[in-house]
């Protein structure tokens, strides 16, 4: 019993943490999950290929809720690789979690959900969605498990494994379903799903930063500036949040926000995302106004990883 499946990184439009309201899209890496069921098996063994040495709590966690719930409790193994790097804000562990969920379903046979990929009749009004109406199929009787089902399984799951502070459901529905979601992380609500066509530019310094560790107190001190973007966000103005958030919280989290205003006259928007240390620049190809070129001249002498990508739509899927 074997099963793949992959799901997107994302970055951030609002973090959630002063709140509880946040706001993510996904973004072209992957992490990709093999899990392999065992019925004679007494529990589940994980490994993340990118790190001998990593915590493995989340993925194996994912795998045996999922068995609970729409297996026999089967046990196994799990193996995750990765193009999202950990511990850098990109959303490596929603991406996990999603993956994971979905290669298990895979493993049980089940049909998954194409819930929240963007159609013009399964959107509704101007492309934007709501947590019930996403096209996933919940009434579909060829459908065993919807993706927002899968997902909200995964939250669960890093809560349960203590990687995140807030449940990180907007992570979660940015890497699950692509494009740009807004959600009640308190709730595990989904409020909005669009579709987004930004090109996109990712700046990864050397030193990592845990979600779990971050100042929440910090963070709930900006909540006045996180509503605002909220309220943006919540009006389609995906950009403005976005950069309003990354000087919010790159202030709260005590991250230098140079990066940001030297992206600022060249980007549609920028900012930190999630917890950092990544600094996230996207550009609506069609504005002449926008040219990640100079944003990366801009950041090309700072110590880290550059990465040229995209925004998907699409997100994640059985392999």
């Known amino acids: 019993m074997e099963g793949r499946a992959a799901a997107l990184g994302a970055g951030t439009v609002l973090n959630a943490l002063a709140t509880g309201t946040g706001a993510a899209f996904g973004i072209d890496v992957e992490t990709r999950a093999t899990v392999e069921l065992d019925p004679a098996a007494d529990g589940v063994d994980g490994e993340i290929a990118e790190d001998a040495d990593a915590d493995t709590d989340l993925i194996e966690r994912c795998v045996a809720l999922a068995t609970e719930r729409w297996g026999d409790g089967e046990g196994g193994h799990v193996r995750t690789d990765s193009d999202v790097p950990l511990a850098a804000g990109l959303k490596s562990s929603s991406?996990?979690?999603n993956a994971t969920v979905l290669a298990t379903c895979d493993a049980l046979g089940l049909a998954v959900g194409d819930?929240?990929?963007a159609s013009d009749d399964a959107v509704g009004d101007g492309g934007r969605a709501s947590d019930d109406a996403v096209g996933d199929g919940p009434d579909d009787p060829a459908v065993d498990v919807t993706r927002l089902e899968a997902c909200r399984l995964g939250v669960r799951a890093a809560r349960e494994a203590?990687?995140?502070?807030t449940g990180a459901f907007d992570d979660a529905t940015a890497s699950m379903l692509g494009g740009v979601t807004v959600t009640d992380n308190d709730a595990d609500e989904l409020r909005?799903?669009?579709?987004?066509?930004w090109d996109v530019l990712v700046w990864t310094p050397p030193e990592r930063a845990y979600s779990a560790d971050a100042d929440v107190a910090r963070c709930e001190a900006v909540a006045p500036m996180a509503d605002l973007v909220a309220?943006?966000?919540?009006?389609?103005?995906?950009?403005e949040a976005m950069?309003?958030?990354?000087?919010?919280?790159?202030a709260a989290l005590g991250f230098d926000a140079d990066p940001a205003v030297e992206a600022m006259p060249h980007a549609t928007a920028v900012s930190l995302s999630?917890?950092?240390p990544s600094v996230v620049a996207v550009a609506d190809p069609a504005d002449p106004e926008t040219d990640l070129d100079a944003v990366a001249d801009a950041w090309g002498d700072r110590p880290g990883t550059l990465r040229r990508t995209t925004t998907r739509n699409d997100g994640a899927a059985v392999e």
Do not use: K, Q
């Open 115 to 117: 819930g929240g990929r």
């Open 231 to 239: 309220d943006l966000a919540l009006d389609g103005r995906y950009g």
């Open 243 to 250: 950069t309003v958030n990354g000087l919010a919280f790159s």
């Open 192 to 197: 909005v799903r669009e579709a987004v066509d």
């Open 162 to 165: 203590g990687v995140t502070v």
């Open 274 to 276: 999630g917890t950092g």
């Open 95 to 97: 991406a996990a979690a």
